[in-house]
Structure formats: C-alpha cells, structure tokens
C-alpha cells in the first residue's frame, strides 16, 4: 500500500520553463511533506518542505503547494534550468515520525 | 556534502552472506535513519535511531538489524542474504527527531548479492 504517490515516473521541460511534479498521498495523518532531489551516485539532498497548515511555501525558483483536500501537493520549478535534471523525490511524516517517500520522478531538462 | 558518511561504497557479496553497512552521521546529529532504494521501489524507509535507542521501524526484514553505538555512528546488519537485498542503501541523520527536521542524506552504499 503506497501512502505517497509520484505518478509521472519521468517529466521533459524545455529550459526556461515551468517544471510541476506531483505528488499524491493517502494518509490524511500526515502533517508535513518534504521534497528531495536526487543526482546519480549521490544520496538525497533536501528541497524544500511545507507543513498541512500552509498551501504554499515558497524559495526561490521553488514553491510548493499543498491541497489537504485532494491530498495532492506539487513542486514548481520556475524557470528550469539544465542543473535541475534530476529526480525528485516526495516524502511525507506525521507523528509517529516515519517518513514515507514516494518511487521519484526524473526531470529532464531540455535545452 | 551532506556531513553523512557510509562505508563501504560499494559491497559484492554471495547469497546467503551477512555484511554490515556502516553510517557516520553530521556531528551533533542524534537521530539516524536507514533506506533502502531497489530499481523498482522508492526510497524505502527501514529503521530509525535516536540517540542510541530504536526509535521508529518501517519495513524492515527480521533478517535485517541496526543499532546506533555511543559515538553515535550507526552500522545496518543484514544476514542471509537473498538476491532481492541488491539495492542502494542510504543513511541519514537529522539534529533531534523527523517529522519537521531535514534529514541529511550520505552518499548509500550499493550492494550487489549475486
């Protein structure tokens, strides 16, 4: 039973444009979600994170929005540039303080 | 560099084998997570430690175990090892407990049993 959800396993953005990746969640138990971004041969690095009493949270090129009632958050990116090639991961805590990430999306930026 | 260092960095090894996977977490840190990542599964999260102590079990198999010593380094034991334990394995750490704290990631230690 996958508790997070990262449907788009791959994602193609023309440099300069917009980036959204998605997220689903099932748990409505979950009150704080984090994305990590990953390059090969490195572990995780931490993104950006929002917490279930905000619908947004914004750094940079990067803002998150969260809908508790569709259960959905997404990651924009905007503008993509090539170093944000990567994948993406979304993860997901409450209190028992397990975090729960979800299989990823792999962004490719085009130039 | 996240602070978080692992060892080996890589570890081939038979079927049937034990290995232990070694974690340093960030200075400071007391709080240390394992994950395994396989080709077709997300980051799974298998056990956390906090302060030498379990503190948080996800799905992590009876043939695997951990503990967090007292300099706070943490090693990950895994025994009879099958062909489906091929996988990136990642150790975080975080200042005090997750939910709200970052984890700092190190770089995983990929094992191949054959």
């Known amino acids: 039973d996958q508790q997070v959800k990262q449907n788009s396993p791959s994602l193609s953005v023309q440099e300069g444009r917009i980036s959204i990746l998605n997220c689903d969640y099932t748990n409505s138990m979950f009150d704080y979600f984090l994305w990590y971004k990953k390059y090969p041969a490195e572990g995780p690095t931490f993104l950006i994170s929002i917490s279930s009493i905000k619908d947004k949270n914004e750094d940079g090129r990067f803002t998150v929005f969260l809908n508790k009632s569709a259960k959905h958050l997404s990651l924009h990116i905007v503008p993509s540039q090539p170093g944000d090639s990567a994948v993406y991961f979304c993860?997901?805590?409450?209190?028992?303080?397990?975090?729960?990430f979800g299989k990823g999306t792999r962004l490719h930026i085009l130039p | 560099d996240s602070g978080v260092t692992q060892t080996p960095k890589h570890l081939i090894t038979a079927t049937g084998q034990r290995v232990t996977l070694r974690c340093s977490p960030r200075?400071?840190?007391?709080?240390v997570y394992w994950y395994q990542q396989s080709l077709d599964q997300g980051l799974q999260f298998l056990i956390q430690?906090?302060?030498?102590?379990?503190?948080a079990k996800g799905n992590i198999l009876e043939r695997f175990s951990a503990q967090q010593f007292p300099d706070l380094h943490s090693e990950l034991n895994l025994s009879s090892l099958e062909l489906g334990d091929s996988a990136l394995y990642f150790c975080?750490?975080?200042?005090?407990?997750?939910?709200?704290?970052?984890?700092?990631f190190g770089p995983g230690t990929r094992l191949l049993v054959l």
């Open positions: 430690y906090y302060n030498g102590e379990e503190r």
């Open positions: 975080a750490s975080s200042p005090f407990l997750a939910g709200e704290e970052t984890q700092y």
């Open positions: 993860a997901a805590s409450g209190r028992d303080d397990k975090i729960i």
């Open positions: 200075s400071g840190d007391l709080s």
